[in-house]
């Protein structure tokens, strides 16, 4: 088997976000450690999942000690001062997350406030199970697949694995079982295919009448639809998802500025820096700059 670790390239190239039925998740990073010893304390704004390869350990959160050894996962939280520690090094595979809160409904708004306030931060386990198949088989994947089937299989596997994670720590949400359920809501259902739509195609002149068509209803139902589901009009919808990829490939890519904006779909580089600024609050260069400074510090500080 490869070097397991050489994988968290391919993954925090293309799987810097994942679609969860009624949620989406900004993925910050993802990484792995042959030996790790640990971290001095410190707080994440966001979420860290670690798995435990082989090794042992201890994970320190406030005055508790959790004691760590193979398969074990790691919830870092938010705002939490935690402290990892190894005497002799574990192996070990992670990713940052947190939840999109404007793309996600209720129901996932709600169970990342549960997972934030789980009292156990340590899932153990005294054997392989489903999350270490996973987590093997993604970055596996990363290293072996083809170039050109890699990242619709990465895109795949990263959503299990999400789901295989988060379930060890707090039930999940109902609906989460619905993913590939043939009972789906219909309006919920035709939304989602709306949503994909748009992933797929947004270099192109996207319209809500196009969509409409090949989707076999009418551009006004589709509308009102698309404002009852998801609180926004198309255009706001179709502007969000353009965003989020062009944050995307400037966290991800050294794509200049103008090549994002016409890759995204816009075809106003002005406007499409005066929207940046205003929904993120920096310049897309200053962000990139900004972003890559951040994850330096972050893999500094490991």
């Known amino acids: 088997m490869k070097n397991l670790f050489e994988g968290k390239k391919d993954l925090n190239k293309y799987v810097t976000s994942v679609s969860l039925y009624?949620?989406?998740f900004r993925i910050y990073y993802w990484g792995g450690w042959e030996r790790y010893f640990g971290?001095?304390?410190?707080?994440?704004?966001?979420?860290?999942m670690t798995y435990v390869l082989n090794g042992t350990g201890e994970y320190h959160e406030g005055n508790v000690c959790y004691p760590l050894a193979p398969h074990s996962l790691i919830l870092s939280r938010p705002n939490y001062e935690h402290q990892l520690f190894s005497e002799h090094g574990m192996k070990t595979l992670y990713f940052a997350f947190d939840l999109k809160e404007s793309e996600s409904d209720d129901e996932w708004r709600h169970y990342i406030q549960c997972l934030k306030q789980k009292l156990n931060p340590v899932f153990p386990s005294p054997k392989e199970n489903i999350y270490s198949n996973l987590w093997k088989a993604l970055y596996q994947s990363a290293i072996e697949m083809e170039h050109t089937k890699k990242a619709k299989m990465l895109k795949q596997l990263a959503p299990q694995l999400l789901i295989a994670t988060f379930d060890c720590f707090y039930p999940l949400p109902k609906q989460e079982s619905l993913i590939t359920d043939q009972s789906l809501d219909e309006h919920k259902e035709l939304i989602y295919r709306v949503n994909l739509y748009i992933k797929d195609n947004l270099h192109k002149n996207i319209k809500i009448s196009d969509i409409a068509d090949d989707l076999y209803v009418s551009k006004r139902h589709l509308s009102r639809l698309m404002r009852e589901e998801t609180g926004k009009t198309f255009t706001?919808?179709?502007q969000d998802e353009?965003?989020?990829?062009?944050?995307?490939y400037l966290r991800t890519t050294d794509k200049s500025v103008k090549n994002i904006a016409i890759e995204c779909g816009f075809l106003d580089v002005s406007y499409f820096t005066k929207l940046f600024?205003?929904?993120?609050r920096y310049p897309p260069t200053k962000y990139r700059k900004m972003y890559q400074d951040t994850m330096e510090s972050e893999f500094k500080d490991r």
Request: glycine content about 4%; hydrophobic content about 35%; overall charge negative.
């Open 22 to 24: 009624g949620a989406e």
């Open 236 to 238: 706001e919808v179709l």
């Open 242 to 248: 353009r965003l989020s990829l062009a944050t995307e």
């Open 277 to 280: 600024t205003r929904t993120m």
């Open 39 to 48: 971290t001095k304390e410190h707080v994440h704004s966001f979420f860290e």
